[in-house]
């Protein structure tokens, strides 16, 4: 007789989107987990997720679906961790644990730490996973197949609770790095957060040339809209990653803006041996990451 493969009773996902729906697909897909609760505001959202089978219940008070669960995952934008994480945590049951998967992690971590209760465990967590895409319909269980997931664990974190969040994202199907909160934000900012800058940017630039009375986006080809597919990512969380991200997405920025205007005065002078050095570096980094 084969073990029973579930290892969490109940699972309760906090914002049914892309990335709390796809873990809740992929745990329902190893047969890892019993009972999924869907929590969030919006009925429509919650309702499509049943429909979709993501979830097999929906509560919008979050307290009461949270109450019995033995992990709780938090999807929502990074400066709402907080908030929720304050009102859920005392409808926590003793023994549960409270994950997340905001891409910043030390300002959450200080945040979210000192709200759990006596026997309630925080594993701070970041899936290097995502689409532009966003709601129950863009959720799908192979999103974290051959991916990262980094957990930040702080002294005060709870050893079982540390592995049984790393099991939980190895049956997602990533490989789990364990890393410092700081080096994690680093280097999200650098590998992540500036490349969203950096598309927006771009978008906006593109967009608001008035040389020529049409806009001129509505010509871009193949490589402008795969450089730009990440603007098309939510702006409540980019907003949110941004703001609590700063000081590193800020360093990163400027490293950036000290690159382009290498290659701005490359360009203007009309220098072609530095510009074939220019690009044949960066080529060579980018194809090493193949």
Same mark, same amino acid.
């Given at each position: 007789?084969?073990?029973?493969?579930? /290892?969490?009773?109940?699972?309760?996902?906090?914002?049914v989107g892309l990335i709390g729906g796809s873990l809740a697909l992929a745990l329902k897909a190893a047969k890892a987990v019993g009972e999924v609760i869907g929590i *969030?505001? *919006?009925?429509?959202?919650?309702?499509?997720?049943?429909?979709? *089978?993501?979830v097999d219940r929906i509560e919008q008070d979050p307290r009461t679906g949270v109450a019995d669960a033995d992990l709780v995952f938090l999807a929502t934008p990074v400066r709402s961790l907080e908030s929720v994480a304050a009102v859920i945590a005392p409808s926590m049951k003793p023994g549960a644990v409270l994950t997340d998967g905001g891409s910043v992690k030390a300002?959450?971590?200080r945040a979210?730490?000192?709200?759990?209760?006596?026997?309630?465990?925080?594993?701070?967590?970041?899936?290097?996973? *995502?689409?532009?895409?966003?709601?129950?319909?863009?959720?799908?269980?192979?999103?974290?197949?051959?991916?990262?997931?980094?957990?930040?664990?702080?002294?005060a974190t709870n050893s079982a609770a540390l592995d049984l969040v790393k099991r939980v994202w190895e049956k997602a199907g990533s490989e789990v790095v364990l890393m410092d909160v700081e080096k994690h934000d680093r280097i999200l900012a650098a590998i992540s957060h500036l490349p969203h800058m950096v598309a927006y940017s771009l978008v906006n630039s593109v967009g608001s040339y008035d040389r020529y009375p049409?806009?001129?986006?509505?010509?871009?080809?193949?490589? /402008?809209?795969? /450089?730009?597919?990440?603007?098309?990512?939510?702006?409540?969380?980019?907003?949110?990653?941004?703001?609590?991200?700063?000081?590193?997405?800020?360093?990163?920025?400027?490293?950036?803006?000290a690159c382009f205007a290498e290659l701005k005065k490359d360009v203007r002078d009309g220098d072609g041996e530095k510009l074939f050095e220019f690009f044949m570096r960066s080529k060579k980094s980018r194809d090493a990451i193949l």
């Amino acid at each position: 007789m084969k073990d029973n493969p579930v /290892f969490i009773p109940k699972l309760a996902v906090v914002g049914v989107g892309l990335i709390g729906g796809s873990l809740a697909l992929a745990l329902k897909a190893a047969k890892a987990v019993g009972e999924v609760i869907g929590i *969030g505001r *919006g009925l429509a959202n919650l309702e499509k997720a049943i429909d979709l *089978g993501i979830v097999d219940r929906i509560e919008q008070d979050p307290r009461t679906g949270v109450a019995d669960a033995d992990l709780v995952f938090l999807a929502t934008p990074v400066r709402s961790l907080e908030s929720v994480a304050a009102v859920i945590a005392p409808s926590m049951k003793p023994g549960a644990v409270l994950t997340d998967g905001g891409s910043v992690k030390a300002e959450v971590v200080r945040a979210i730490e000192p709200l759990m209760p006596a026997g309630v465990h925080f594993v701070p967590g970041h899936p290097i996973a *995502g689409t532009e895409k966003s709601g129950a319909e863009a959720a799908f269980a192979t999103l974290y197949q051959g991916k990262r997931c980094i957990l930040t664990p702080t002294e005060a974190t709870n050893s079982a609770a540390l592995d049984l969040v790393k099991r939980v994202w190895e049956k997602a199907g990533s490989e789990v790095v364990l890393m410092d909160v700081e080096k994690h934000d680093r280097i999200l900012a650098a590998i992540s957060h500036l490349p969203h800058m950096v598309a927006y940017s771009l978008v906006n630039s593109v967009g608001s040339y008035d040389r020529y009375p049409e806009n001129i986006l509505d010509y871009s080809a193949g490589g /402008f809209r795969d /450089f730009t597919r990440i603007a098309s990512s939510d702006p409540t969380m980019w907003r949110d990653i941004a703001m609590t991200n700063r000081e590193a997405l800020v360093e990163m920025m400027e490293n950036f803006e000290a690159c382009f205007a290498e290659l701005k005065k490359d360009v203007r002078d009309g220098d072609g041996e530095k510009l074939f050095e220019f690009f044949m570096r960066s080529k060579k980094s980018r194809d090493a990451i193949l």
